[in-house]
């Protein structure tokens, strides 16, 4: 039985890693309408890096960093703040969301949107991003706006690797 489970997982996992490359491919096409974006919230990163054993202790400051990636032109557009500023959640997600697609006037451009991320309730499945997304669409920009989530556990996306090259510079 866990063997089948396991099997069914790995299946819906393909699938869906498959279905995310061909809306890349649709959405790179010359002429075409269809905007595909990947978008992520990297994990926490500290700042300032410590070292020295006794200043592990001490009070760091946590930043938060989320990309949309535009895989049109294959552009990363990064959001860094601090817990200052904010925090993680699903208003500031769908906020900077909402501001790359606008201040990116090459992607308004398109009539339609297609979007995928991870599946955190959190951040990608809230009210917020709903009513974001419903704004964009208000604006005249988008005529529609698909977002598809990966399967739990499965979401590399080509966001990771960006990350993986801030974690080293860091």
């Known amino acids: 039985m866990a063997k089948q489970q396991l099997d069914l997982h790995h299946r819906k996992t393909e699938k869906a890693r498959n279905l995310s490359n061909e809306d ?5 096409r010359p002429g075409n309408n ?3 974006i ?4 990297q994990q926490v990163l500290f700042v300032p ?5 006794e200043m592990f202790y001490l009070r760091q400051l946590s930043c938060f960093n989320f990309e949309v990636r535009v895989e049109d032109i294959g552009q990363p557009i990064m959001c860094m703040w601090n817990e200052s500023i904010g925090n993680r959640g699903g208003n500031e997600i769908s906020l900077c969301l909402v501001k ?8 308004t451009e398109k009539k339609h949107l297609v979007i995928w991320s991870d599946n955190c309730c959190g951040q990608n499945k809230n009210r917020m991003m709903m009513f974001k997304l419903l704004f964009l669409v208000s604006l005249n920009g988008f005529e529609s706006i698909e977002q598809t989530f990966l399967v739990s556990g499965h979401s590399f996306l080509s966001c990771d690797r960006d990350f993986a090259y801030v974690k080293k510079r860091k």
């Open 24 to 28: 890349i491919c649709r959405s790179q």
């Open 34 to 36: 269809t905007c595909c």
């Open 38 to 41: 990947l978008m992520d919230l």
């Open 49 to 53: 890096t410590l070292t020295y054993s």
């Open 100 to 107: 790359v697609l606008i201040v990116n006037t090459g992607i």
